[in-house]
């Protein structure tokens, strides 16, 4: 039996690329229910891996990323949800977590055949991410109130089609690592 790792996707984000505006509010909802999850996950020895957009920064890297964002307008997005010593970090140029990173072989290697997303964007890297973690024959959970999107409508349409065409468990945040 594998285990079961916290995928963050794209929350070190400095907000200044198109649609951040409709993005911010939902932002705003994630950032304290996706802090408290990824508390609950350390504690419970559950491993945290980032997975982040390099923004078309090719000699960036995840100190950079997170130095970016953090002296950016909205650090109060990123700060909460920091990378400890701990987290593991993958740079990703577009939408799935799986597109051209090394993922696929870090997972494998740490045991890992379940993802918890959180993150954003539900209707877009959200989405994408769980085709291919399903794709690819890993469990998946999405925990709803932990997810950001820019339209709620979409959002709402993809959370339903990664629970009926990928299987995957959608639930609250709170219903993880009690």
């Known amino acids: 039996m594998g285990k079961t790792a916290l995928i963050v996707i794209d929350m070190i984000n400095t907000y200044d690329h198109a649609d951040a505006d409709l993005l911010l509010p939902s932002a705003r909802r994630v950032v304290p229910v996706a802090a408290a999850l990824l508390d609950r996950a350390r504690r419970s020895g559950v491993p945290v891996v980032y997975v982040n957009d390099n923004f078309g920064q090719w000699r960036s890297h995840h100190g950079e990323l997170l130095a970016t964002a953090l002296a950016g307008p909205h650090a109060d997005l990123v700060e909460p949800l920091r990378p400890d010593d701990s987290s593991l970090f993958v740079v990703k140029a577009r939408h799935s977590i ?18 918890v997303l959180c993150g ?59």
Do not use: K
């Open 98 to 115: 799986f597109f051209e990173t090394p993922l696929a072989y870090l997972l494998d290697q740490e045991g890992i055949d379940r993802l």
């Open 120 to 178: 954003q964007v539900t209707e877009q890297c959200v989405l994408y991410s769980a085709l291919d973690a399903h794709i690819r024959h890993l469990g998946v959970t999405v925990p709803r109130d932990a997810v950001a999107h820019i339209h709620a409508d979409l959002a709402d349409a993809a959370l339903r089609m990664m629970e009926r065409n990928m299987g995957a468990q959608v639930c609250d945040s709170g219903e993880l690592w009690e």
